[in-house]
């Protein structure tokens, strides 16, 4: 809730209208992302989304860091800062087990260049 002095309660509506006047409320953000697609497909002005538990995507497609990080767009070109490392390429092919697989049969060479070498 927005906490005005007595003097400037007046401007009330002006506030609440300058925030919420480009923003969308949507139930999930399935539906929110299929709403930005038509609308880039139209060419139109996309508006800020959000969703009822709170997940926000800004006009410009960009998703709020401090929330719902879990379900960056896949059509996600750039990112700014350092990646989170569940959304790499290389997070995602060790999670599959490929290079798990591969450490996992050097352990044995490992440990013996490590006896070797000490």
Known sequence: ???LEQDKEHLRDTIFYRIYLS???FDDLETAMKYRSIKLKEGGN???LYTRDGKKISSD???DPKVGHGNIPKD???VFGAQPAHTTLEYKEVKKGTEIK???N???MIAFYSQTCS
């Open 23 to 25: 923003s969308i409320l």
């Open 76 to 78: 996600l070109k750039f």
């Open 46 to 48: 996309i508006d800020n």
């Open 102 to 104: 591969d450490f996992i």
């Open 106 to 108: 050097l352990l044995p």
């Open 61 to 63: 497609g960009l998703m």
């Open 1 to 3: 809730m927005i906490q």
